[in-house]
């Protein structure tokens, strides 16, 4: 889809994690079908957004590339991009405070709202296996991975018995998760320190669950929110002045749910994901600084 037939929609703020592009079970069309949806003043990427643990040169498809040139669009027209490190992109995590134009990376981030200071940052420091069983956490992400390609070898066959579609990697990943959760409490560790530190709301990433909740703590309530992923869920999170922080779902929104083009136009960021990547990331680092990218000889 060269581009969304209806009007796109303000939001002050949107918030996407655990993209991970690079591996076989990142939705990238439907993330830029998403991003392509809405305009937003500030974009957090809050972690996990380019799968460096399992990047490969063997796998990086077009639309992957596509997520990454619109994005840098974006950098190029003044969107304010915050890019949080996570843990399956931590080698970002010594460029943290750089700024490229309008993108900055950075560990964390505090927006002040006008509904109370929000607290963002990818979350894994909360987690258990993150902490203590760094090489455990690899090799489940590449089993994982290899559950996605059989997830989806399985919704092949079952569609052609015409039976309805099943979510082996969501129900397996969600069984882990929440034994890591009984132990580390990763909702409510968030919310204590946010608590602690006099902010209304904490937003992560990390653990692939979608959430908006109010938590109680020893300092008053805070108000928990995720993100969610782009490999299960499809989900970010919004605030709007009016509405306040609200939770995007790909699959119920009706908009997305319209068929795409048979012969969709390409556009400049389609055709771009074709060029070779040395030149292509050269075109990104003049964009992002808001640069036209010279003709070609």
């Keep these: 889809m060269s581009g969304p037939s209806f009007k796109r929609r303000r939001v002050e703020v949107a918030v996407v994690s655990d993209v991970h592009l690079g591996t076989y079970g990142c939705h990238a069309t439907e993330l830029l079908r998403y991003l392509k949806s809405i305009r937003p003043r500030v974009l957090v990427l809050n972690g996990d957004i380019i799968d ?3 990047f490969s040169k063997s796998y990086w498809p077009a639309a992957h590339m596509r997520v990454v040139r619109h994005l840098a669009g974006l950098a190029a027209k003044g969107v304010r991009i915050h890019y949080l490190t996570g843990n399956h992109d931590e080698l970002l995590r010594k460029f943290a405070g ?3 134009g309008a993108l900055r990376i950075d560990n964390k981030l505090v927006l002040d709202l006008p509904h109370g200071k929000t607290w963002l940052f990818h979350g894994d420091v909360f987690d258990v296996t993150m902490r ?5 956490a690899r090799l489940g992400a590449h089993g994982y991975d290899l559950l996605i390609l059989l997830n989806r070898l399985v919704n092949w066959g079952l569609l052609k018995l ?10 397996v990943k969600d069984r882990v998760k929440s034994a890591v959760n009984l132990v580390s409490d990763f909702e409510q560790t ?5 608590a602690d530190r006099g902010y209304r709301y904490v937003a992560c990433g990390h653990i692939h669950c979608p959430e908006i909740r109010p938590v109680a703590t020893a300092q008053g309530e805070v108000v928990y929110l995720n993100s969610g992923d782009w490999v299960e869920n499809l989900t970010a999170l919004e605030y709007t002045a009016e509405a306040g922080w609200s939770l995007y779902r790909y699959a119920t929104d009706p908009r997305m749910q319209q068929p795409e083009p048979t012969t969709p136009a390409p556009d400049e960021a389609d055709t771009a994901a074709d060029t070779p990547v ?6 990104l680092l003049l964009e992002m600084n808001g640069k036209p990218a010279p003709e070609p000889q």
């Design 52 to 54: 460096i643990w399992q």
């Design 98 to 100: 750089t700024r490229l």
């Design 132 to 136: 203590h069983s760094r090489w455990l």
């Design 162 to 171: 015409g039976r309805p579609r099943v979510a082996l990697s969501k129900a």
């Design 190 to 194: 968030a919310a204590d320190i946010a």
């Design 278 to 283: 040395a030149a292509l990331l050269a075109d």
